[in-house]
């Protein structure tokens, strides 16, 4: 059983003894502990089942425009301390930042609904072992195999600063995933929520199953521009890529396709939100630097409305802050953490339906940027890809390689879905969730095949 | 070395899981220490120091694994992270299909350690920083680029591992990473040039003899000058087939995604599935498929000077070994755990590794690197080559997930005409399918254009993990490539 695994209190004593023990002029401690549970099954046995007890102290000292990082996972009273004078000593050191806008000061943090659910965090190995064992007898009921986890996730983030800031926030993550194969293809489902009790590991196996089941013998079909729709797991790779650019920082660098456009038409008839206190995500009122997080439409119907800011980005380009820190790293210092694209009005079905020629994809594969200015990204489709005659899914067919611009696509807009799924907590992912639909799209420029 | 006190704990670890049921168990501790530095636009954005530290202990338990971990070291934590080991895995019996059985090894004793000529640590903090803000600087010279970036790191890791078999390992790995990148906007272009490779650093399991061997100060403003005039060069060929020259730090990573990554036994054998993938490389393949013309060698090397794949053992204490992957063309070995192997009935070859202490091991690459040929040097080659594309340093790549369709796009490439470097491309894309790719190699450079890369962000498992692995490569030529695609 893992419950909250240090406490707020406990929390609030770490930062504080780290701040106590900083010399500079601003001193700002992050401290996140979690406890990552996962069991892992693969030809529908587990193969590997693990837990891991986790935590680090972050101390950044400022003194004047001298700013240094300390970061460490001894968070006993010789560690806070160690930590502490490493990161006042460097400040003394380090050449100045000429950018270094100071750390932020505080404000009040909004009350957003809780993202802890005591049966996640309570969740045993023998819990995760059963609803693994589910899958695993779906698959080999109809004679696949299957391979996928079921993860239960307990984690607390604080951050106390020198300027007064104190925000604290539990969460717990639940998800299981399943990709179901054939001797000739393979089908995916994957669920998260931050209730264990609201991931139905059989509804997923079901889906996963009933598809894999449908893309056996995929036929060869010539790559293409076609019209598509996209499942929920292929629309979160796109939401999650043009959320990448929807930030101060992308448009700062030059690499935004919003860059200069603000007011302008971006794509179709689309919205897209970032909203930290949806309940049915997975909330926190507040960013990596404890700052209120505001929730932002970042396009609205097509049209760009706005990007967000963490304090730093916002101060060198004279904007507000949004709240949007991520966690420290150099790369990108800010973005959309809890993104929302709005649903429509249709089904799943309805919006295969509405398509006369064209593929349904399931999930992308290996996507990566190939040009992020103009939001061009290449990948592969997997598990599940099919070709769609007269309203209908007619056959399967083998995978393909796209290369797309996404925000071009979405300029294709022909429908959009009214369920939303939720996205988040995935393997080197910075942070952050998206709640997205199925969209039928008018266009996407599939570049090659291959032979599965 | 470094670690008297865990000794005592690792072994009261095995011990408590021993006694709790488990018919075999290890224990690693790991600390590891991490400087990074960042300088962008002139100002030291980032300075960024990291220790982490903590015990892993992985068992088998009737057949059926388990494994726990936490940064509390304390005797009464490490007995709670036994038993919890041992109580996972008698929860993965409840799917059991067969037993869990382990390739036999001898328990090593012994110790490992990086050599390096100048150990970066021992450098004052100002002469580090100092030499990047000057190739940082060196940039900068150039008129019309938006942003300009360095980094480095170093990075020192420690491991004890013991196991119930008698192995008792101590291991320290020195590493360090650098690189210098300018980036140009305009006209609706975003170009970047870096250097030494891309990735944001290029890393080896070296000193800071590294940072120097690339002259940074020297190669900055030749970067950045190409940044500025990627802006406005000619578009790459579009959806055009051709021979492409491909420069060493762009196959290293060629290497990496097409045949590192499909010669790892677990996603042979499915345990991958769902997360990285399968692979192409099936075991009916091995000892006879064609992956390559009879010029391609691969090989399996974990005790390459300066690769990030180089060490003593294995997390499974496995001592380091060579051997091929890729031998005249044909797929003749995997890389393996001590499970996968005996599941192919032979022996491991050591390429199981951990992201620190917190994480199970998994196969990953150690040092897979195409062996150089013999056909000379990178002029000689594109001397020796009519017409084609010159290309080199990754932007960007992509493959699936059995390791065959692959699309790379690379920072920059030159038209070859008549044996001659031509004009300056940009955005110069290149896809294929892994063995006809490797099957249309027809010159690979020798040795003195042969480089051993470093990756330092290879991501695989669920939970996450970033691995280092390092690869070497020449320049080498490929006949009939599918270039310019979808831009």
Request: proline share 4%.
């Amino acid at each position: 059983m893992s419950l909250p695994l240090l406490g707020e209190d406990e929390l609030r004593r770490i930062a504080g003894n780290a701040l106590r023990l900083a010399r500079g002029d601003q001193a700002e401690a992050t401290v996140s502990a979690r406890s990552i549970e996962l069991t892992r099954f693969a030809n529908n046995a587990i193969h590997q089942n693990v837990a891991s007890r986790e935590a680090v102290l972050q101390i950044r000292v400022a003194r004047g425009k001298r700013v240094a990082t300390i970061r460490t996972s001894d968070v006993s009273e010789d560690g806070i301390a160690r930590a502490a004078r490493s990161a006042s000593e460097l400040a003394e050191r380090v050449p100045e930042n000429a950018r270094f806008a100071g750390l932020p000061a505080a404000h009040p943090i909004p009350p957003s609904p809780s993202a802890f659910v005591d049966r996640t965090a309570a969740a045993t190995p023998l819990d995760r072992a059963r609803l693994a064992e589910r899958i695993c007898r779906a698959s080999k009921e109809r004679g696949f195999r299957t391979a996928g986890y079921v993860s239960t996730n307990t984690s607390e983030l604080a951050i106390a600063s020198s300027e007064g800031v104190w925000a604290y926030a539990p969460q717990t993550l639940a998800k299981a995933e399943c990709v179901v194969m054939g001797d000739a293809g393979s089908a995916w489902a994957d669920r998260t929520a931050t209730d264990l009790g609201q991931v139905d590991v059989g509804s997923m196996a079901g889906e996963a199953v009933a598809k894999c089941a449908a893309a056996q013998a995929p036929r060869d079909m010539a790559p293409g521009v076609y019209e598509v729709v996209l499942e929920t797991y292929a629309v979160s790779d796109i939401a999650q890529f043009l959320g990448g650019a929807l930030s101060g920082q992308a448009v700062e660098e030059g690499r935004s396709f919003v860059g200069g456009k603000l007011g302008q038409k971006v794509t179709g008839d689309v919205t897209i939100l970032d909203d930290a206190f949806d309940p049915r995500g997975m909330p926190r009122p507040f960013d990596f630097e404890g700052q209120p997080a505001q929730a932002v439409t970042l396009i609205e119907n097509g049209t760009a409305r706005a990007v967000v800011y963490d304090s730093q980005t916002a101060a060198r380009t004279g904007n507000a802050n949004t709240g949007h820190a991520l966690p420290p790293n150099p790369f990108q210092t800010c973005a959309p953490m809890h993104v929302r694209l709005e649903p429509g009005p249709s089904s799943r079905e309805e919006l295969i339906k509405g398509v006369k020629r064209g593929v349904l994809v399931t999930r992308f594969h290996y996507t990566r940027w190939v040009h992020q200015l103009r939001t061009i990204v290449t990948g592969m489709t997997r598990d599940g890809t099919f070709a769609i005659e007269d309203g209908e899914i007619a056959h399967p067919v083998k995978n393909f390689r796209f290369t797309q611009s996404y925000h071009d696509a979405l300029g294709g807009t022909l429908g959009i879905g009214r369920d939303l799924q939720l996205f988040g907590g995935g393997e080197f992912e910075l942070g952050g969730s998206r709640l997205v639909p199925a969209l039928h799209l008018a266009a996407f420029n599939f570049t090659g095949a291959t032979q599965y | 070395m470094t670690f008297a006190a865990e000794r005592d704990l690792a072994s009261r670890a095995i011990d408590t899981a021993r006694t709790r049921g488990a018919g075999y168990a290890d224990a690693r501790f790991v600390r590891r220490n991490v400087e990074d530095v960042f300088i962008k636009n002139g100002d030291l954005d980032t300075v960024d120091r990291s220790d982490t530290y903590g015990i892993g202990v992985r068992v088998i338990v009737d057949g059926a694994w388990g494994f726990a971990a936490s940064h509390i070291t304390s005797p009464a934590e490490i007995d709670r992270v036994a038993a919890l080991a041992v109580q996972i895995a008698k929860a993965s019996a409840l799917t059991k299909s067969q037993d869990a059985r382990l390739a036999e090894t001898p328990p090593a004793k012994g110790t490992y350690s990086t050599p390096v000529q100048i150990d970066p640590w021992s450098l004052s903090f100002e002469d580090r920083v100092g030499e990047l803000m000057a190739a940082e600087s060196a940039m900068r010279s150039v008129k019309g680029l938006r942003t300009t970036r360095a980094n480095y790191q170093i990075w020192r890791e420690e491991k004890l591992f013991l196991s119930s078999e008698g192995a008792d390992i101590e291991q320290t790995f020195t590493e360090t990473g650098v690189g210098i990148s300018a980036e140009a906007v305009g006209d609706g272009e975003l170009q970047i040039r870096s250097h030494p490779a891309a990735g944001g650093r290029s890393q080896n399991a070296a000193g800071w003899e590294w940072v120097r061997r690339w002259d940074l100060a020297a190669n900055a403003p030749k970067i950045a000058e190409q940044a500025v005039a990627l802006l406005t060069a000619k578009k790459c060929p579009q959806d055009v087939r051709t021979t492409l020259v491909v420069g060493s730090a762009q196959l290293m990573l060629q290497v990496h995604e097409s045949c590192g990554h499909p010669i790892e036994l677990d996603r042979a054998l499915g345990t991958e599935a769902a997360f990285a993938g399968t692979s192409f490389l099936t075991t009916d393949r091995l000892g006879s498929f064609r992956y390559g013309s009879e010029l391609v060698n691969m090989r399996i090397d974990s005790t390459s000077p300066g690769g990030l794949g180089t060490f003593g053992w294995d997390d499974e204490g496995v001592a380091a070994t060579e051997g091929f992957a890729v031998k005249d063309g044909i797929f003749v070995g995997y890389l393996m755990s001590r499970e996968t192997a005996a599941a192919l009935g032979t022996l491991s070859n050591g390429t199981m590794r951990a992201d620190g202490w917190a994480r199970l091991p998994l196969i990953r690459m150690t040092n897979v690197s195409l062996a150089p040929g013999t056909f000379g040097t990178l002029d000689e080659l594109i001397a020796d080559t009519d017409d084609g594309l010159f290309v080199e340093t990754n932007r960007s790549w992509s493959i699936d997930d059995k390791r065959l369709n692959f699309q790379f796009g690379t920072q920059i490439g030159w038209e070859i005409k008549n044996g001659k470097l031509g004009d300056m491309v940009r955005n110069p894309t290149y896809t294929g399918l892994t063995p006809e790719f490797w099957g249309s190699c027809d010159a690979i450079c020798d040795e003195r254009e042969w480089v051993m890369w470093g990756t330092p962000n290879c991501g695989k498992g669920q939970p996450g993990q970033v691995m280092h692995t390092g690869h070497g490569a020449a320049p080498a030529r490929f006949r009939n490539v599918r270039v310019g695609v979808g831009m």
